[in-house]
């Protein structure tokens, strides 16, 4: 079993969540066309898949709004007010519409069937995975990052010390 309990979900994804936003508070306007190959994502398109993707959670059953856009906005604020406010919706409905029986519940996604708790597991790393592409593509448009599971480079020299290699 991947969550035991809703609450466990919600702190878990509230605390990625709070990393994905500062990350996402950071880009700049011109910094959303960075692309790391023609043809391919580009960073604003990257940073609008995290909204966009959040209705994985519609095959458990959870329904909450969308922006109804599904190009990324102009401006990077928009993008990072898009999440924030998708992000809070999205723990509102699960708070209010799943239960703790409801983790076991077996649900179909793109043909698979899950139990509801593996969906939610498997959400949360999607984005950590589509994190990671969007801390290298900042790190290609000149954007300093700030850690996720630990300091950055640049981070480091506030604690005094070198950056490891």
Known sequence: MMYQSIQTFIEDYKGESEVTQK?????????????????????????????RSTEMLFSAGV?????????PPATAAA?????KRTTQALLDAVQSQLKDESLQETVN???????????????????????????ILMRQAG?????????AKEEWAAFGMEAPV
């Open 63 to 71: 329904k909450f709004d969308l922006p109804p856009e599904k190009e």
């Open 143 to 151: 954007i300093p990052v700030s850690g996720v599971y630990g300091p």
């Open 79 to 83: 993008l990072a007010e898009g999440y």
């Open 23 to 51: 990350l996402l508070n950071a880009l700049t306007d011109d910094s959303l066309k960075q692309e790391i190959t023609p043809g391919f994502r580009s960073l604003g398109q990257l940073a609008w898949h995290f909204v």
């Open 109 to 135: 996604f793109f043909g698979m069937n899950w139990k509801t708790d593996v969906l939610l597991y498997n959400f949360l790393k999607h984005e950590v995975h589509h994190r990671g592409q969007l801390t």
